[in-house]
């Protein structure tokens, strides 16, 4: 402890942790049930982009405005989250560069 004092150039070692996949059982299995999951937003994703162009459809073709830019919020919407389905890795991984580089 009388080695630590100030001003005498003494620090303490660095901390060097990185994450790895031999540290618990079952993340391989976990990174399976990531990815289904993934597949599953994008499939949903898919299927609200169908149901809201048919709403846009229904409401533009019914003189119904409303209905209409319901529609049209609702594919936007569908692909915003397609897109944060398909980019969730990218991000994720970009936060970790952005996080190491502090």
Do not use: Y
């Not at 709403?55 to 073709?61: L, Y």
């Not at 119904?64 to 991984?93: E, F, Q, T, Y």
């Amino acid at each position: 402890m009388g080695d630590l004092v100030a001003g005498s150039g003494l620090v303490p070692g660095t901390v060097d942790i990185t994450p790895n996949e031999d540290g618990l059982p079952g993340i391989s299995q976990l990174e399976t049930i990531v990815g289904a999951v993934m597949t599953i937003g994008l499939v949903l994703s898919v299927l609200a982009l169908i149901i809201s162009a048919v709403i846009w459809g229904f409401g533009a073709n019914s003189s119904n405005p409303h209905m209409a830019s319901r529609g049209k919020v609702g594919v936007l919407v569908s692909c915003g989250a397609a897109v944060l389905c398909g980019a969730s890795v990218a991000l994720i991984n970009w936060g970790w560069g952005v996080g190491q580089g502090i």
